[in-house]
C-alpha cells in the first residue's frame, strides 16, 4: 500500500463488506477477500499482448458504513481509524472528486508504478462497476469472483455490521452517496515461502533430484511443504519443527568429514 510522504505501509486484509478492489479502468479485478498468499498473485500478472502489468497497483475503494464499522488499529488492516496514521487514504465527497485525488496520488508515484494513470473513462466504468457488485451483494452472491464462498474468507473480513436481510457475510451495497474512501495496494514479500526444493529429510537437492551431501534446509528459506497452497497462519511453524528434527536426524547419520 502507498502512502503519501513516507513509505509503504504492510498489510494482510482488507476489512468490511461494502469496499472494492478495482484496476485503473474502474474495474473489479479479483476476489478481495482471498488469503494474502492468493491475494498477491494478482498484482503480478503479466499481460505479454500489451507488455504491462495491468494489476500492479489495485485501488482500494469504500464507504463511510465500511470506515465506520471496519476501522481497525490491528495491525495488518485497512481501513484504518481516524486519528491513526492514514495518510495513505484518498478521500472524496463524491467519485468524481475520488478519481480526481487518485490521479493525483499515481502522479506522485509514477515514476515506481510505470507511470499508470486511470482511463479516462474511469468514474462511469466504476460506476457501472459498483452498480454491478450491489446487485451481487443483494443477492448474496458473487457469481464474478466467487467472494465470500470459503470460510477462510470469514477471517480476512474484519468486522461489519450486522443488518437484516443479509445473504453474504463478506458483501453489502456500497452507498450510492459519498464520501468515499480509497487505497492504492499492491504486492510486498512477507518471506520467501520458496527456494530451494528439499526432500521430507530437509536434504537439499541438486537438479536431478539427488540429495547435496551435508547441505540442510528448513522453513521459509526452502521451496513450501505446501506448495502454492496456504494452509493457516503461522502455519510455517510446525513445518519447521518437524522438519528440523527430521533433518538434523538424517544428518546425524551422515559419516564425519575429517
Same mark, same amino acid.
Given at each position: ?5 513516507a513509505?509503504?505501509? %504492510?498489510m ?5 463488506d461494502s469496499?472494492?478492489?478495482v484496476?485503473?479502468? %474502474?474495474e473489479r479485478?479479483?476476489n478481495?477477500?482471498?488469503n ?7 498484482f503480478f500478472?503479466?499481460?505479454g499482448a500489451?507488455? !504491462?502489468?495491468p494489476?500492479?497497483v ?5 464507504d463511510q ?5 471496519s ?9 484504518v481509524p481516524? +486519528?491513526?496514521d492514514?495518510r495513505?487514504?484518498?478521500? *472524496?465527497?463524491?467519485?468524481? !472528486?475520488?478519481a480526481?485525488d =487518485?490521479n493525483q496520488?499515481l502522479?506522485?508515484?509514477?515514476s515506481?508504478?510505470g507511470?499508470?494513470r486511470?482511463?479516462q473513462?474511469?468514474v $462511469?466504468?466504476? /460506476?457501472?462497476?459498483i452498480?454491478r457488485?450491489?446487485?451481487?451483494a443483494k443477492n ?7 467472494? *465470500? ?5 470469514l ?6 455490521k450486522e !443488518? $437484516?436481510g443479509r445473504?453474504?457475510? /463478506?458483501?453489502w451495497p456500497?452507498?450510492?452517496q459519498g464520501p468515499y474512501y480509497?487505497?492504492?495496494?499492491t504486492?510486498? /514479500?512477507?518471506?520467501?515461502k520458496? *527456494?530451494?526444493k528439499?526432500?521430507?529429510d530437509?536434504?537439499v537437492l541438486? /537438479?536431478r533430484d539427488?540429495? =547435496?551431501?551435508?547441505l540442510?534446509g528448513? %522453513?521459509n528459506?526452502?521451496?513450501s511443504?505446501s506448495?502454492?497452497a496456504?494452509?493457516?497462519g +503461522?502455519s510455517?511453524?510446525?513445518p =519447521? =519443527? ?5 533433518a538434523a536426524?538424517t544428518?546425524?547419520?551422515?559419516p564425519?568429514?575429517s
Open positions: 500500500m502507498v502512502r503519501l510522504n513509505g509503504p505501509s %504492510g494482510f486484509s482488507v476489512a468490511g469496499m472494492i478492489f484496476d485503473k479502468r %474502474g479485478a479479483v478481495e477477500k482471498l494474502y498468499n492468493e491475494l498477491a498473485q494478482k500478472q503479466w499481460d500489451k507488455v !504491462e502489468y494489476y500492479l489495485l485501488i482500494s475503494i469504500w458504513r465500511t470506515q465506520d464499522n476501522a481497525s488499529s490491528e495491525y495488518g488492516r485497512l481501513p481516524p +486519528g491513526t492514514d495513505h487514504v484518498i478521500r *472524496g465527497a463524491n467519485l468524481a !472528486e475520488l480526481a =487518485i496520488r502522479a506522485k508515484y509514477a515506481y508504478i507511470g499508470m486511470l482511463a473513462d474511469f $462511469p466504468k466504476l /460506476t457501472a462497476t452498480n457488485f450491489n446487485e451481487l448474496g452472491k458473487d457469481v464474478d469472483f466467487n467472494r *465470500g464462498e470459503r470460510g477462510v474468507e477471517l480476512f473480513n474484519g468486522s461489519v !443488518e $437484516p445473504k453474504n457475510p /463478506t458483501m456500497i452507498s450510492d480509497a487505497a492504492l495496494v504486492g510486498g /514479500t512477507l518471506d520467501t520458496g *527456494g530451494p528439499t526432500s521430507p530437509g536434504q541438486d /537438479t539427488k540429495p =547435496i551431501p551435508g540442510y528448513v %522453513g528459506c526452502v521451496a511443504a506448495g502454492r496456504y494452509w493457516a +503461522g510455517t511453524l510446525g =519447521i =519443527i518437524a522438519f528440523a528434527y527430521r536426524q544428518a546425524n547419520k551422515e564425519a568429514k
